[in-house]
């Protein structure tokens, strides 16, 4: 049984920063890609980075040049560093694991995803 936990949510002021982690057991961490997307209240949920199994990173426009996503496959676990963050970044984020070492924005690439952290960023 694959599990995703998230944790590091919380809120923050804008122009801040804060650190995601998502904790992952069940399956070989190292063999998927893993991702970040997110829902912001009212909306759809949007992708937000991907990292491949071999550590290739991609950021959606909305985020790149402020965030940015890590992994470290000793401790199973996927990172999503926030800088400079504004009101329109609040939601919910959710990590997953993709099917293969590769990923991309689409959600049907994925197939096991975490219960999500909320972040609020105040104006």
């Known amino acids: 049984q694959v599990q995703l936990v998230e944790s590091g949510g919380g809120l923050v002021q804008a122009g801040g920063s804060k650190r995601l982690s998502c904790v992952a057991s069940g399956r070989t961490f190292s063999d998927h890609a893993m991702g970040w997307f997110r829902q912001a209240p009212g909306k759809g949920r949007e992708f937000v980075a991907v990292i491949s199994a071999r550590g290739t990173t991609y950021h959606a426009d909305s985020v790149k040049g402020r965030f940015t996503i890590s992994r470290d496959n000793a401790k199973n676990t996927v990172y999503l560093q926030m800088i400079s963050l504004k009101p329109e970044d609040t939601a919910v984020y959710y990590c997953?694991?993709?099917?293969?070492?590769?990923?991309?924005?689409?959600?049907?690439?994925?197939?096991?995803w975490g219960q999500g952290t909320q972040v609020t960023v105040s104006s």
């Open positions: 997953a694991s993709a099917k293969g070492v590769y990923s991309g924005p689409f959600e049907d690439n994925y197939d096991y």
